[in-house]
């Protein structure tokens, strides 16, 4: 792999669908911080690579964004999700700069491959707001997760959880 030049050749060799996963391995140890993220919304990041991307700890602009992009991609594995899931309790409210916070617990709470139990222990943190709950109430496509947020003590969320529950089990039934 040649040296870049700068900032910005890093970012586009990270965003160019035809870097290859050997080459997104290196540009996920960038210094720069959106270079990581792109690697995060490559189409083929290697999952062991969205693992070793995810932050340790989620409160920063940075950290949420990268959680985000994390839990947006189709490839990421289960550990990973649930380390997410785990880091994300602290940004899950109405408080400033969660933006991609929010993003990400919405994300992680559709993921297919993110456990059960890791989106149980989200659910049920008291530092995520009822708020946050009824916009995964409102958005989720997995039906085991309406089932947890029907034991919400918010009954706004779990009213909204209900209403939804019918309409994932109908598409369920259909495909």
Not at 93 to 98: D, L, M, S, W
Request: positive net charge.
């Amino acid at each position: 792999m040649r040296p870049y030049r700068g900032p910005k050749e890093v970012l586009d060799a990270a965003r160019d669908p035809t870097t290859g996963p050997e080459a997104l391995r290196r540009l996920a140890a960038s210094v720069y911080s959106f270079v990581q993220v792109a690697v995060a919304r490559h189409p083929a990041v290697e999952p062991t690579v969205l693992l070793a991307l995810v932050p340790a700890q989620i409160v920063t602009v940075h950290e949420q964004e990268l959680a985000a992009a994390i839990a947006e991609h189709p490839a990421a594995p289960a550990e990973a999700l649930a380390q997410v899931a785990a880091r994300l309790p602290p940004v899950l409210n109405r408080g400033r700069n969660t933006f991609w916070g929010n993003r990400a617990g919405l994300a992680v709470c559709r993921h297919p491959a993110t456990p059960l139990a890791a989106l149980e222990r989200l659910l049920t943190d008291r530092r995520v707001t009822s708020q946050v709950r009824r916009r995964i109430a409102s958005t989720t496509t997995r039906p085991d997760v309406l089932v947890l947020l029907l034991r919400d003590p918010s009954s706004v969320v779990r009213r909204r959880a209900a209403q939804r529950q019918p309409m994932l089990t109908l598409s369920d039934d259909s495909a």
